[in-house]
């Protein structure tokens, strides 16, 4: 600093001040010049951080700003956080208490909510070390024997409720059910049966269902409900009856018939019968009665019902986004949240559960003709595949920057989480999804291979360190993730063990290749499927495997799917089907560094004929550096590379490099442990 002795009455400089320190002055012009432009401004404000509570306790007429003060609903919270400014604001976090929130609406996200500028990610999050649970669920109270000698309890269900699940202190009950107690014909219509049907005397039967393990597909379980039964036939309904029975086949070149997916019809005889009163005889069932709004349940051992808390499932969807790309929300996370008790009744309708693959199903009074078929068939839909896909609990799309960490799916009616098309820079990291219905996590569709624009990608999506376990726990051909047409994503360090079915499925439209036609195009590349944990899956139905691929994966070998360095073994089936599984049309996938072993099939299979380029080559793969048990030989023709794996009996074979970077990384693995609230 600079002082400068003045006489006195000097003349002041013209556009200065004088700060005096004894008989010093500060010549302010020339330090001025000096310092950078805005160095004498007023400091900025740093943005302020918005924190708002709810609890079931809490009451929406609370300002909802201190812990003692809490909303009461998450709708409350929402219509704050839509008011803020969310340009201006500091990091923004809504804290919900411990305990059940009940909804009886979806909690839908749009533009309004979100996030980004100085407000960053807009959090959902659990209280410290409490439990959130986010239900569609209500409580069924009342519970009486229905007479001194009977196991059979019951209790009202409120009027118009239709539900396929029951969950008594926090464990899914079975629907009623059995077997056959009488011999069938099969029919155009249904059955017919031997005189004196005992099922003509059941009551309701229009709410019959019959169940077919393998019925359309070693790795299919359809369900058809029942229409009406007379004592010499059974009427099954419609459309499920003839979209499992007539499926549409194509004749190629050569005079053989092919169904592009799976068979043409269900030909077996039902393996099981559910939700039928007179089955309703061991402990753990119930049976809902529509007509008398009544529910009746035959306790386990060690269960009271005048004090257990049984929640039946009322509303489908928990937590949407609107679905629309002019409308998406972005830069949102829920944390440490449990969403539960999630409804799915259609398979309850006509439509019933016609499979086609991982859940997808036939719908439509023509879907058997026309769905999916686009030009293999006259009057087909398009595009090819796209048949209908079994909703989630929790579904976005067309949305940004979602993340879900340390979330919890569990008691779920059809699929756990779908980050469907137009999902973007989503992340599920720590997560645990269990006894769920259907599919734990869908990511993509299948309804836009070829999108017109790039807000209908799915893409950057980062599945993480989450564990999965006694998913698909009612539709069996479900699987623990499934991913249609995605890119750029990545499903690393997850576990996934106790599944009765495939582990993780991607990809779609490779069918056409059974009718030596190309496979769909599409828009998926650059997905990696890395170190996860797979064991004690395909417990129940069969060709499938611990990875599956199915269709176009990218347009080189650089940027097709990549499955490394996964860890598999116990795998359950003992035929159909492979380990790490390349299916039809599944092209440019690499194959490198995994280890598999305790296996009954092989451990990887199959190359199929690259019909796209129609040059005699194969689809093009590469195999190399795995450790597994009767692997095949080495090969390098037609696009198929396969070199430098090796044979091995046991897990003692394994590089402890790759079995220790399998599974869930060890700062997550505390989920493991996780129980439901």
């Not at 807009?122 to 239900?135: E, F, L, M, N, R």
């Not at 393990?213 to 229409?227: D, F, N, S």
């Not at 999965?468 to 069996?476: I, K, L, P, R």
């Not at 590469?622 to 046991?650: A, F």
Request: proline residues 5%.
């Amino acid at each position: 600093m600079f002082f400068i002795r003045q006489q006195a009455h000097a003349t002041r400089p013209h556009g200065s001040f004088r700060l005096f320190i004894g008989s010093y002055r500060v010549v302010a012009a020339f330090l001025c010049a000096l310092l950078p432009l805005g160095a004498l401004s007023s400091p900025a404000h740093a943005a302020t951080a918005v924190t708002y509570f709810v609890s079931p306790s809490g009451s929406d007429s609370n300002p909802g700003t201190s812990v003692d003060a809490p909303f009461r609903t998450l709708t409350k919270a929402q219509t704050a956080v839509r008011a803020i400014d969310k340009t201006t604001s500091g990091p923004i976090t809504v804290t919900l208490a411990g305990g059940v929130y009940r909804l009886a609406n979806t909690l839908t996200f749009t533009a309004a909510d979100s996030g980004g500028g100085t407000a960053g990610t807009v959090w959902w999050k659990a209280a410290s070390g409490q439990t959130p649970v986010i239900s569609g669920g209500v409580q069924i109270s009342g519970w009486a024997k229905t007479s001194t000698s009977s196991d059979i309890w019951s209790a009202p269900a409120p009027s118009g409720l239709d539900t396929r699940q029951l969950y008594v202190g926090g464990v899914r009950a079975q629907r009623a059910t059995g077997s056959l107690p009488v011999s069938l014909t099969q029919t155009a219509t249904g059955y017919t049966t031997a005189s004196g049907d005992p099922m003509a005397g059941w009551r309701n039967p229009s709410a019959i269902e019959f169940v077919y393990r393998g019925g359309l597909g070693l790795w299919t379980e359809p369900r058809c409900p029942v229409a009406s039964v007379t004592s010499t036939a059974i009427t099954m309904a419609q459309p499920c009856w003839n979209n499992s029975t007539q499926r549409v086949m194509r004749t190629d070149d050569s005079g053989r018939t092919y169904n592009l997916v799976g068979r043409k019809s269900i030909t077996e005889k039902p393996t099981a019968v559910e939700n039928a009163y007179e089955l309703l005889d061991k402990p753990g069932e119930f049976y809902l009665d529509k007509s008398e709004h009544r529910f009746y349940y035959i306790p386990r051992s060690g269960e009271n019902l005048a004090n257990a808390d049984v929640e039946a499932p009322s509303l489908d969807t928990l937590v949407a986004s609107s679905g629309k790309a002019s409308d998406e929300p972005s830069h949102v996370g829920f944390q440490g949240i449990q969403f539960s008790y999630a409804n799915y009744t259609t398979s309850n309708t006509g439509t019933g559960f016609s499979e086609i693959q991982a859940t997808y199903q036939v719908t439509g009074t023509t879907g058997y003709a026309t769905q999916g078929l686009c030009d293999f068939v006259s009057g087909g839909s398009c595009p090819y595949g796209n048949w209908t896909k079994m909703p989630a609990a929790v579904r976005f799309s067309y949305d940004k920057s979602i993340h879900f960490d340390h979330d919890y799916f569990v008691h779920l009616g059809a699929a756990g989480l779908d980050l469907g098309d137009g999902s973007q820079n989503d992340t599920v990291t720590a997560c645990v999804f269990t006894d769920i219905s259907g599919n734990g996590l869908d990511l993509g569709g299948v309804d836009i291979p070829q999108p017109s624009s790039s807000a209908q990608h799915t893409s950057a999506i980062t599945v993480k360190d989450s564990h999965f376990y006694d998913t698909a726990t009612e539709y069996h051909g479900g699987v623990a993730i499934d991913a249609g047409y995605i890119e750029t994503s990545t499903i690393t360090h997850n576990q996934i063990d106790h599944v009765p079915y495939t582990a993780i499925s991607i990809g779609w439209g490779g069918w056409p290749d059974k009718v030596s036609l190309p496979a769909q195009p599409n828009y998926s590349n650059s997905n990696t499927i890395s170190n996860n944990l797979i064991y004690d899956h395909m417990s129940l139905l069969g060709d499938g495997g611990a990875v599956y691929t199915n269709g176009i994966t990218g347009t080189s070998m650089a940027n097709g799917e990549h499955v490394t360095g996964n860890v598999v073994h116990d795998q359950l089936n003992t035929s159909g089907g492979h380990v790490l599984y390349t299916d039809n049309g599944a092209t440019y996938v690499s194959i490198l560094g995994n280890a598999v072993w305790n296996i009954s099939v092989s451990p990887w299979g199959s190359k199929h004929v690259n019909y796209t380029v129609g040059d005699g080559t194969y689809d093009p793969t590469d195999i190399e550096g795995n450790y597994w048990p009767n692997g095949p030989s080495d090969y390098d023709n037609k696009e198929v590379l396969i070199q430098k794996n090796h044979n091995i009996t046991g897990a003692d074979q394994v590089p402890s490099s790759i079995t220790a970077a399998g599974g869930i990384e060890s700062q997550y693995q505390a989920i493991l442990s996780w129980q439901p609230a």
